[in-house]
């Protein structure tokens, strides 16, 4: 059972950076592919990002491709994602997953454990 714990949200304005972390507990960490999702209020969860298990390939989404970068700590058991000239359309709640499989890591249904999430609001 692995247990992650997101930080790092807060209120920001726009064009500012941001880091979120996600502590990984009660698992080999090492052994898990990792993405982060998000939600904003009324709207589906939608996948941002993802990195392989050895931190070797990261995916991400158009909408924050060059903005957003997913990154990760194996000695730390710990992932990141740093975002870059955040936008008022990127509030929402942030989560890391953590996912046993390397395939379709754009889907949610892929990843085993999740945390309980981050709040991102951006100002404008």
């Known amino acids: 059972q692995v247990q992650l714990v997101e930080s790092g949200g807060g209120l920001v304005q726009a064009g500012d950076s941001l880091r979120l972390s996600c502590a990984a507990s009660?698992?080999?960490?090492?052994?898990?592919?990792m993405g982060w999702f998000r939600q904003a209020p009324g709207k589906e969860r939608e996948w941002l990002a993802a990195i392989t298990w050895s931190g070797g390939s990261t995916y991400y989404t158009d909408s924050v491709k060059g903005r957003f970068t997913i990154s990760r700590d194996n000695a730390k058991a710990t992932v990141y994602l740093q975002m870059n000239s955040v936008k008022p359309e990127d509030t929402a709640v942030y989560y890391c997953?953590?996912?046993?499989?390397?395939?379709?890591?754009?889907?949610?249904?892929?990843?085993?454990?999740w945390g309980q999430g981050t709040q991102v609001t951006v100002s404008s």
């Open positions: 997953a953590a996912a046993a499989v390397l395939r379709r890591l754009q889907l949610a249904r892929t990843y085993q454990y």
């Open positions: 009660g698992g080999t960490f090492s052994s898990y592919n």
